[in-house]
């Protein structure tokens, strides 16, 4: 089993910078893709970002704003959000899985979230 535990999140304005954090701990060799989700209130958990062996991939409606990164000798997978709107707001989620897909059944395991807030 993976631990994951997310950090970075906070009170931003519209057009700010945000970077999350996501460390890993545990059996992480078993893990073969970091994936980040978000969940708005009154809103199905969807997925943001993965990476997977140099492999990304993005929402739409994310891409071309935030990057998904690793630090592999520290275990821990970035998010860096640039050009933040009012509807990123959410609470973030790292996830860890063997396989590469964007559902939530793809991973096995998650962190406990991060809340993220984006004021206009």
């Known amino acids: 089993q993976v631990q994951l535990v997310e950090s970075g999140g906070g009170l931003v304005q519209a057009g700010d910078s945000l970077t999350l954090s996501c460390a890993a701990s545990?059996?992480?060799?078993?893990?073969?893709?970091v994936g980040w989700f978000r969940q708005a209130p009154g809103k199905e958990r969807e997925f943001v970002a993965l990476?997977?062996?140099?492999?990304?991939k993005y929402a739409d409606s994310v891409k071309g704003r935030f990057t998904i990164s690793t630090d592999n000798a520290k275990n821990t997978v970035y998010l860096q959000m640039n050009s933040l709107k009012p509807e990123d707001t959410a609470v973030y989620y790292c996830?860890?899985?063997?396989?590469?897909?964007?559902?939530?059944?793809?991973?096995?395991?998650w962190g406990q979230g991060t809340q993220v807030t984006v004021s206009s």
């Open positions: 990476i997977s062996w140099g492999y990304t």
């Open positions: 996830a860890a899985g063997p396989v590469v897909g964007t559902s939530t059944s793809n991973f096995g395991s």
């Open positions: 545990g059996r992480t060799s078993s893990t073969g893709t």
